[in-house]
């Protein structure tokens, strides 16, 4: 992010990144498909696999593709991009989203990070996630990330306040989740930092609908990181990064 919250563009246009699909159903099934396969490739390489994932609208059908696939399920991490301060039985919290959707069948012998901690505070709780996250690997083999109309990605939201938004996107901050009181939240958030999140091998930003199509070519279109910062994701060249999208 350079001076004023603004950065160099990337060179590559909306085309290089953008993913078609006729459905959302298809698109669920492909990204599952792909998602399963560099899981596959990273445990035959490595012995282990991490993917990073969020929630909203689109991700329970892909949870549910996914969680079927053929895959040595108990030498895969997975973690939460980010969570409401809320707990895990609560009908908003993603942790619930995964456990009943892609932490089953065989999948349930995964390994699971989840960002919500017992502490009535979000504040007293961030010590005990940072030292869960400790136990991720360098770089996360596949994160699927959600993208808001507003230009939210994970937590990181336009309107949480500047000094929490500028921390969480700063590329030196060597902290693994950031604390968000986003204005459009009626609670807090726990994210995972951008640095956090860009330290992975394959990012996508999976974002069906005409709506979130705009929010894709605004994104691509300008350069200020805070006021959208899934431009952040969207326009390093870092790590390949994708844009799946479906009407």
């Known amino acids: 992010?350079?001076?004023?919250?603004?950065?160099?563009?990337?060179?590559?246009?909306?085309?290089?990144?953008?993913?078609?699909?006729?459905?959302?159903?298809?698109?669920?099934?492909?990204?599952?498909?792909?998602?399963?396969?560099?899981?596959?490739?990273?445990?035959?390489?490595?012995?282990?696999?991490?993917?990073?994932?969020?929630?909203?609208?689109?991700?329970?059908?892909?949870?549910?593709?996914?969680?079927?696939?053929?895959?040595?399920?108990?030498?895969?991490?997975?973690?939460?991009?980010?969570?409401?301060?809320?707990?895990?039985?609560?009908?908003?919290?993603?942790?619930?989203?995964?456990?009943?959707?892609?932490?089953?069948g065989a999948a349930s012998s995964a390994q699971f990070i989840g960002l919500k901690t017992d502490h009535a505070e979000p504040e007293k709780g961030l010590s005990q996630i940072e030292k869960r996250l400790e136990d991720l690997p360098e770089l996360i083999d596949v994160t699927v990330l959600g993208m808001g109309e507003d230009g939210h990605t994970a937590s990181l939201f336009p309107s949480a306040k500047p000094d929490e938004l500028s921390q969480a996107l700063n590329p030196a901050n060597h902290e693994n989740a950031a604390l968000m009181y986003p204005s459009v939240s009626d609670v807090a958030r726990i994210t995972l930092t951008y640095p956090r999140l860009k330290a992975s091998r394959w990012l996508v930003v999976a974002a069906p609908g005409d709506g979130k199509l705009r929010t894709f070519e605004q994104a691509m279109a300008g350069d200020d990181v805070r006021s959208m910062p899934v431009r952040a994701v969207l326009q390093q060249d870092d790590v390949p990064v994708e844009f799946w999208w479906a009407p």
């Open 1 to 104: 992010v350079a001076r004023g919250g603004r950065r160099i563009m990337s060179l590559k246009t909306m085309n290089d990144i953008k993913r078609n699909f006729e459905s959302r159903e298809i698109m669920a099934e492909r990204l599952a498909e792909a998602v399963a396969d560099r899981l596959r490739q990273s445990i035959g390489s490595r012995g282990r696999a991490c993917l990073s994932v969020g929630g909203g609208r689109f991700p329970k059908p892909f949870f549910k593709a996914l969680s079927v696939k053929p895959l040595s399920w108990e030498k895969v991490t997975v973690v939460l991009g980010d969570e409401r301060w809320v707990e895990p039985t609560d009908e908003a919290s993603n942790e619930k989203l995964v456990r009943e959707n892609l932490l089953v």
